[in-house]
DNA sequence: AGTTGGACCTGACTGC
DNA sequence: TGCAGTCAGGTCCAAC
């Protein structure tokens, strides 16, 4: 199982941005009332038909269509949500929870087997003032994004790091996958309680999350195990070939050979080198 | 305010 | 073969 993260968002809104820019929504079709929220239906579709996708945008794990000039789709991928641009007349992938049509007869189809995600619309301008994006913290690939910034946000934090890493607030986009990988490329344990960080560390694990997500979104994100993660056109991506950590229990370290652990934290597996990992 | 853990959801897997 | 139980994890939320 493999979440789709930042680099996958990445990759999906790149993808969009070729295909869908300039398309105009003739169509809403909602399988599924609670995956647009917080609207009903009706007011989804509302917003969004007879709109025209004017630019493709990613903030954290979201993909964003901006809908004419001062609208935004907000896309929650959630734990297994996909982006599908399809042609109208194939028939609609299984667990298909809504369709948007094309003028040209091409649809966007939000598949999601789990359900965890949800489509939303607000219209704010800016993409940066969406108050359902309030909360996220800077883009991690920003050159804004920096040792200061995030010796700022672990400032009394006692909680691990990666948890504070998965939360957001300290910064966006990382999930399970990449957590594993930014703290393994840091030499740093998952658990390490982030107020403990020395500036060094703390330089070491921007270095890291920076590194790790670029290569994932050169190898188009993480298909990794059973019900993975899918770009905008069905493809796999290459990431988890080049996983060191992420769901490599057992296996050894491609640093020292010991085995990777995984040791439940925050109700969750962490893969780590107990070696490479202080 | 920070921290912790449970709920939500369903496909794949495990064990009897 | 089949069925119950468990796991996965992004996000939200309640309880300490």
């Known amino acids: 199982m493999s979440v789709p993260e930042l ?4 990759t999906i809104a790149r993808q969009l941005r ?10 809403v079709s909602v ?3 609670m995956s647009v929220r917080p609207h009903s239906t009706r007011a989804f ?3 969004v038909r007879g709109r025209t996708v004017t630019d493709v945008e990613r903030r954290g794990k979201c993909p964003l269509l901006r809908l004419g000039t001062d609208c935004w789709l907000i896309v929650r991928l959630g734990m297994s949500g996909r982006l599908l641009v399809g042609n109208g007349p194939t028939r609609r992938p299984l667990h298909t929870r809504v369709a948007l049509r094309f003028r040209d007869g091409r649809e966007l189809r939000f598949v999601d087997p789990r359900a965890f995600g949800w489509l939303s619309a607000e219209c704010a301008g800016e993409a940066d003032s969406l108050s359902q994006l309030s909360r996220l913290g800077p883009e991690p690939l920003s050159r804004h994004w ?5 010796a700022e946000a672990l400032a009394g934090r006692r909680a691990g790091i990666e948890r504070v890493l998965m939360e ?14 930014i703290s393994y490329a840091a030499g740093l344990h998952p658990d390490r309680r982030a107020n403990t960080l ?17 290569r ?14 899918v770009d905008a056109y069905g493809n796999n991506g290459g990431f988890q070939l080049l996983l060191n950590a992420y769901q490599r229990t057992g296996e050894p370290c491609r640093r020292c050979g010991e085995p990777i652990a995984r040791i439940p934290m925050n109700g969750r597996g962490a893969h780590y080198c107990p070696c490479c990992q202080r």
């Open 216 to 229: 994932a979104i050169h190898h188009g994100g993480t298909s990794a195990a059973d019900e993975k993660y």
């Open 7 to 10: 680099p996958e968002a990445e």
């Open 168 to 181: 957001g607030r300290a910064v966006a986009g990382i999930g399970k996958i990449y957590a594993d990988e």
């Open 18 to 27: 070729a295909e869908v820019l300039g398309a105009r929504i003739v169509g």
């Open 198 to 214: 020395s500036e060094a560390e703390m330089r070491r694990l921007v270095r890291a999350a920076k590194s790790v997500l670029r």
């Open 31 to 33: 399988q599924r009332p």
């Open 45 to 47: 579709r509302a917003l």
């Open 146 to 150: 920096t040792p200061e910034m995030l």
